[in-house]
């Protein structure tokens, strides 16, 4: 059973500039979710994709975007990099909308971590 | 909206003694509740969680944790704790109208088991 994996798992970026993170999820895992991680903070849930389509989003600007491709893997971007964006970015999957096969447990990457200068 | 307080931004036990992490919550309706620990530069590790049934929750590692509907609690706890322990943990809820992936964490409790 492969795991989630994310990449890269650093990277250094300049203000303004734009970036994309990838995720590869769980075997069997239809459903890829996106947590902002600021240092000494818990996770933030950004949004959430669920066969294709974006399914929940929490309190990020617009310039947060994703896609889910048919294998299920995820991507994030972010434009117009600020500062405040410098964070660990983590991806987790599970296994549906609470589905029949959803057992709730979500099932993390170690992250890719983005320094904003 | 629901969120999740963990009073406590560290916790330090001796090897062999009991362990607790704190954990209170607020949400509309019934709650999920689960706890996740955090190894150094790593992602997060699902140990336990409370959908519905028995109050007190077995998860990975000899934790469990005993959910209070009348205290809104969710603390975690461990009879002996390891070295190997010592981590960042954090307690999270979902609302029930949520989707499986949408949950609000806490802040996090860093653990430290001194030998």
């Known amino acids: 059973e492969t795991g989630v994996t994310q990449s890269p798992t650093h990277l250094i970026k300049t203000r303004g500039q734009q970036v994309t993170l990838r995720c590869s999820s769980q075997?069997?895992?239809?459903?890829v979710s996106w947590y902002q991680q600021a240092l000494g903070q818990g996770p933030q849930f950004i949004f959430q994709?669920?066969?294709?389509?974006?399914?929940g989003r929490g309190n990020f600007p617009p310039r947060f975007s994703g896609l889910q491709f048919p294998n299920y893997s995820s991507e994030l971007n972010v434009n117009a990099l600020e500062l405040d964006d410098s964070a660990l970015y983590l991806c987790?999957?599970?296994?549906?909308?609470?589905?029949?096969?959803?057992?709730?447990?979500?099932?993390f990457g170690e992250g890719s971590r983005l320094t904003v200068l | 909206a629901q969120s999740v307080a963990q009073p406590e931004d560290q916790v330090n036990v001796a090897e062999g003694n009991p362990l607790t992490v704190k954990c209170t919550y607020s949400?509309?309706?019934?709650?999920?509740l689960f706890w996740y620990v955090q190894y150094p530069n790593r992602g997060l590790q699902f140990l336990l969680k409370?959908?519905?049934?028995?109050?007190l929750v077995k998860g990975s590692y000899g934790f469990e944790a005993e959910f209070n509907k009348s205290q809104t609690s969710f603390h975690l706890k461990k009879p002996s704790a390891l070295v190997s322990d010592s981590a960042l943990y954090f307690c999270?809820?979902?609302?029930?109208?949520?989707?499986?992936?949408?949950?609000?964490f806490g802040a996090g409790t860093q653990v430290v088991v001194t030998p």
């Open positions: 987790a999957s599970s296994g549906g909308l609470a589905g029949v096969q959803d057992t709730g447990e979500l099932f």
């Open positions: 075997s069997g895992h239809n459903t």
């Open positions: 994709y669920y066969r294709e389509e974006e399914n």
């Open positions: 949400v509309s309706g019934n709650p999920y």
């Open positions: 409370y959908i519905t049934g028995d109050n």
């Open positions: 999270a809820v979902r609302g029930s109208t949520d989707s499986w992936g949408k949950l609000q």
